[in-house]
């Protein structure tokens, strides 16, 4: 897995980033992670990059666009599971995965499946002077409640070791089949699912290149407000 800048520096209002799309796709061809200004949710997947925004639309973006957090790898499943319900939630479903697999390992997940409930948000992006994630969140995030959709959850389930680098846990973006819909995933319902998983040997971060990734302050433990906004 290879990730830039840290989960930290996001929280803590760095929220412009030097790495272009096109640099980023170099790194991997699935993933999640947002944009400059923390303008909306980034998904990677099967090598393109769209982003879902705070007025719901999806759209492929340009080369040219730049990422202040990424989190990406090469996903090829060495696990596939197949999950039937009825009556499936995203909890239901995080401790099944986790019921197979190793807590020390960091996995690639990518969920397919039609969704009768679908619960995401976007953010509207951020103006300068930037405040923390959390505080610019509670102002500009639109919660989307997303009816019968088809589509895939692309993301991390990571260990509680990366704490501060990434997000320990269950860290998934959702995106529709027909471009319509996504966002950052906070709940959803399903009766069937396809869960296919690719473990990674390590990880890789490279630290923000912006000048305020060197000014801003690191030492707070942001784990519990972390937890508030995912």
């Not at 039937?84 to 479903?93: D, F, Q, R, S």
């Amino acid at each position: 897995m290879y990730q830039y800048s840290i989960i930290d520096a996001l929280m803590a209002g760095v929220f412009d980033g030097d790495l272009t799309i096109g640099q980023l796709k170099k790194k991997g061809d699935f993933g999640v992670g947002t944009f400059n200004r923390v303008d909306g949710e980034l998904l990677i997947d099967k090598g393109r990059v769209y982003k879902i925004a705070y007025d719901g639309s999806v759209r492929e973006v340009p080369d040219s666009d730049s990422t202040s957090a990424a989190f990406v790898k090469f996903f090829k499943a060495d696990t596939v599971i197949h999950l039937n319900g009825p009556g499936l939630t995203y909890e239901k479903v995080q401790e099944q995965i986790k019921h197979v697999l190793n807590p020390n390992g960091i996995y690639a997940l990518r969920i397919s499946a039609t969704f009768p409930t679908m619960t995401t948000r976007a953010e509207k992006p951020a103006s300068k002077p930037y405040t923390s994630l959390p505080e610019h969140l509670k102002h500009n995030q639109v919660v989307f409640e997303l009816k019968n959709t088809k589509g895939i959850c692309a993301g991390f389930l990571l260990p509680p070791y990366l704490a501060r680098t990434n997000v320990p846990g269950f860290h998934l973006h959702y995106l529709a089949d027909d471009h319509k819909s996504g966002g950052h995933i906070f709940n959803f319902t399903a009766d069937a699912l396809t869960i296919e998983i690719d473990r990674a040997k390590g990880f890789t971060i490279e630290n923000n290149t912006n000048a305020e990734f060197s000014k801003v302050n690191l030492q707070p433990d942001r784990g519990a407000e972390l937890k508030k906004i995912e």
